[in-house]
């Protein structure tokens, strides 16, 4: 396996790369002065620095700055992928500042301490823990300022700051005067930032928890929004890279005779991961690319098959491993009868619609980048070594990101654009075609999750045992260690987690190395361990002859928020109302990152195997709402990247080669395919959960159980293998 980067401290690193910066500052600290009656000062803790506002413009931290017209100016350390933190963010700031929405505006924010995510103590996106994180500061920092306009319109009109109140942009006297919130940056900015503030309760609310508009999507509909794909420098050459066709594999010589032939080729490079091509556009660099002549050293992975792996995984599991965690004591059960499944999942790609791309420059000046990265803060230590600057000297332009999942938290493409940048000597933009995307080795984790389960005489479960096999991801990531009990926390998220109450339980993981590198898919350890278990669990159901459904209830009695959605679902979805004939349902229920989801599914199997699903309820339950509209598109957007691992998805490897290259060979779900959603949000007053990726777990198991209800097929394997259904 790779590892791409290994982070030890702040300032130093075990291995290739460093992660400058990791440790989370302090929330801003503010001191103030005027300059012409408009400017604030502001220092970041951890920095010799002082950052200073623009004139005629209020800025009592790093995430808010008020100009004289009124507008507001958000600015978001996240990076914005599709899932809406470019209005949520704002949206957290707006409520707490009162601000009038139609005048709030955003803007992405530099690389700085200041923008870390708290849960990551980094500047970095990803895990569904963008609204988590910042819940609490972006309110904060909103209140902040509300309350130095209010004490600098009192102090206008020489009244107590009691009297005032707040409404859309404006201070309001008791008398009935009021002052624009523009009127007021002079004297706002020489107010004093509250130590503390007093946050609204949530029935004060009036934009959290209501649709709001994306303030991302104006410059997307008329093309202004910029990608990395979109970037364009002076002199700027374009990169494809002919990576090794086997993981870990090496250059021994090539001839660049051909490439170097083709109109508008420049240079051909070579790098530690591959030999590059550099031309005046993508395509004649692609077509350089295609007719270099490599002789590869493949190395210890040349034969390496998916069914050689899928047997490492199962004798793994078979053999057992490490106490991940234990109830009672399942080797003394005697049940009256058991029942025992072996379920396995395959490799992913993230399959981003842009593909990974990366515009460098190196000068003597520094490193200059434009991607679209889910990891500034990592990525400034890692490309300051690689260019050899200090990390100060490293500018990362984060663009908006054409999808993410968690595969642009990975650094591959920004060392290589940076390295071909250096050697060189002009700006370089790297662009990966669909098959180099495919094929990279950037994929979630394989895996076989052995189960069995016992039942008394009456029928109900007193013994429920999981052995987990896969890799550790947590090792890949190149940035945490596993722990000392030898578990790895990914590989087994809602499997030891899971909510059933059973006097007796034991969840294990053996460790298993194929030697492809892995990395965070949406949802991560959820994504095939919900299908595993909650398919295990509908197994169960069956066979105590039971209701799917009420078997689930039953278990879930002191999991009042799992049991919560699993009965929304359930009542929106009609459940044990008859169906039109041939269509079954199944359903599912999972909590990841902090958000509890159910869904029922509606499918049908025609005679030949062919799997329709028809309709999908989902209910869920994710804390406190920001936008109920970005909520319940989040839930369908996972709901479909679900359905095409579901269906389709696989990574396989024979002779030690990717299989699958384009969409012809990796499908995705097609529009005609999209069944009916219906998401249905629980109101709760608990802190907000993620909801990026909750909607994916629980659909494949869903959709298995469905499969089960309408052909007494129980599939466990993924993606689905709806040719078993025809001879069924």
């Known amino acids: 396996m790779t590892t791409i980067?290994?982070?030890s401290s702040e300032t130093e690193c075990t291995a290739e790369v460093a992660l400058g910066n990791p440790s989370r500052r302090d929330f801003l600290k503010v001191g103030g002065m005027a300059l012409g009656g408009l400017t604030l000062a502001f220092a970041l803790p951890g920095t010799n620095r002082l950052a200073q506002a623009a004139v005629g413009t209020f800025q009592p931290n790093a995430y808010l700055r008020i100009a004289t017209d009124g507008q507001v100016t958000v600015t978001c350390g996240l990076s914005e992928m599709g899932q809406g933190v470019h209005t949520s963010i704002p949206m957290l700031i707006a409520e707490e500042l009162d601000a009038d929405w139609s005048s709030v505006r955003v803007e992405q924010a530099p690389v700085d301490k200041a923008f870390n995510n708290p849960y990551f103590k980094m500047q970095a996106t990803g895990g569904s823990t963008s609204i988590r994180a910042h819940w609490q500061p972006m309110r904060e920092a909103g209140a902040a300022a509300r309350s130095m306009l209010v004490a600098a319109a009192a102090q206008t009109w020489k009244v107590p700051v009691s009297e005032c109140r707040t409404e859309s942009g404006q201070v309001i006297h008791g008398s009935g005067k009021s002052l624009a919130y523009g009127d007021l940056v002079t004297t706002a900015a020489k107010q004093d930032v509250p130590a503390k503030v007093v946050l609204k309760d949530?029935?004060?609310?009036?934009?959290?928890?209501?649709?709001?508009?994306?303030?991302?999507t104006p410059p997307k509909v008329d093309g202004s929004a910029k990608y990395g794909l979109d970037v364009r420098l002076p002199g700027m050459l374009t990169a494809v890279l002919a990576r090794s066709p086997v993981p870990g594999g090496k250059v021994v010589s090539f001839d660049a005779s051909k490439a170097k032939a083709v109109p508008g080729v420049r240079q051909v490079l070579q790098i530690p991961n591959g030999v590059a091509v550099l031309a005046d556009g993508y395509w004649a660099a692609r077509k350089?690319?295609?007719?270099?002549d490599i002789k590869w050293d493949a190395g210890p992975l040349a034969s390496l098959s998916s069914s050689t792996i899928s047997k490492m995984f199962t004798d793994a599991a078979s053999k057992g491993g490490a106490l991940a965690r234990a109830n009672g004591d399942v080797s003394t059960v005697k049940a009256n009868h058991s029942i025992a499944a072996t379920y396995?999942?395959?490799?992913?790609?993230?399959?981003?619609?842009?593909?990974?791309?990366?515009?460098?420059?190196?000068?003597?000046?520094?490193?200059?980048?434009?991607?679209?990265?889910q990891s500034q803060g990592p990525a400034q230590g890692i490309l300051s070594h690689v260019a050899g600057v200090a990390p100060g000297k490293v500018k990362i332009n984060t663009m908006y990101l054409g999808g993410g999942y968690g595969r642009r938290f990975a650094p591959d493409f920004t060392i290589d654009a940076v390295l071909l940048a250096k050697a060189a000597g002009k700006p370089v933009k790297l662009v990966y075609t669909r098959e180099d995307d495919t094929r990279a080795y950037f994929y979630r984790p394989a895996g076989v999750t052995q189960f069995s389960a016992g039942f008394d005489q009456a029928g109900e479960p007193i013994a429920f045992t999981a052995k987990v096999s896969s890799p550790s991801l947590m090792e890949a990531s190149g940035f945490m260690k596993l722990p000392a009990d030898g578990v790895d926390n990914f590989a087994v998220e809602g499997t030891r987690d899971q909510p059933y109450e059973f006097p007796n339980l034991r969840i294990e993981y053996a460790r298993a190395e194929p030697?492809?590198?892995?990395?965070f898919w949406r949802s991560v350890g959820h994504s095939q361990n919900a299908f595993f278990v909650e398919s295990f669990i509908d197994e169960m159901a069956a066979a105590a002859k039971a209701d799917p459904y009420q078997f689930r209830r039953k278990l879930?009695?002191?999991?009042?928020?799992?049991?919560?959605v699993l009965d929304l679902a359930a009542s929106a979805a009609d459940w044990g109302k008859p169906l039109p004939a041939g269509v079954h349902r199944g359903i599912a229920v999972a909590e990841s990152f902090g958000s509890f989801v159910a869904e029922v599914v509606e499918a049908s199997v025609s005679a030949d195997g062919g799997v329709k699903v028809h309709r999908v309820v989902c209910a869920v339950d994710?804390?406190?709402?920001?936008?109920?509209?970005?909520?319940?598109?989040?839930?369908?957007?996972?709901?479909?990247y679900g359905m095409t691992a579901a269906l389709y998805g696989k990574i396989t490897f024979k002779d030690?080669?990717?299989?699958?290259?384009?969409?012809?060979?990796?499908?995705?779900?097609?529009?005609?395919?999209?069944?009916?959603?219906?998401?249905?949000?629980?109101?709760?007053?608990?802190?907000?959960?993620?909801?990026?990726?909750?909607?994916?777990?629980?659909?494949?198991?869903?959709?298995?159980?469905?499969?089960?209800?309408?052909?007494?097929?129980?599939?466990r394997q993924l993606p689905l293998n709806t040719s078993e259904l025809k001879r069924a």
Request: aromatic share 6%; glycine share 10%; hydrophobic share 40%.
């Open 656 to 715: 030690g080669r990717v299989e699958q290259g384009n969409f012809d060979s990796y499908p995705m779900v097609r529009i005609n395919e999209v069944p009916r959603i219906e998401v249905h949000i629980m109101q709760s007053s608990e802190h907000p959960g993620g909801v990026g990726e909750p909607g994916l777990p629980a659909f494949a198991p869903a959709l298995g159980n469905a499969i089960f209800a309408a052909t007494g097929k129980r599939l």
């Open 344 to 373: 396995e999942a395959p490799y992913l790609s993230h399959s981003c619609m842009e593909p990974l791309n990366c515009t460098a420059s190196v000068t003597a000046d520094g490193v200059e980048i434009w991607a679209g990265t």
């Open 515 to 519: 030697g492809v590198q892995i990395w």
């Open 556 to 564: 879930l009695d002191k999991e009042p928020r799992h049991r919560a």
């Open 5 to 7: 980067f290994n982070w």
């Open 202 to 216: 949530p029935a004060q609310f009036r934009l959290l928890g209501r649709d709001q508009h994306r303030l991302d």
């Open 622 to 640: 994710c804390g406190h709402t920001v936008n109920p509209q970005i909520i319940r598109r989040q839930m369908e957007s996972a709901i479909i």
């Open 288 to 292: 350089g690319r295609d007719l270099l």
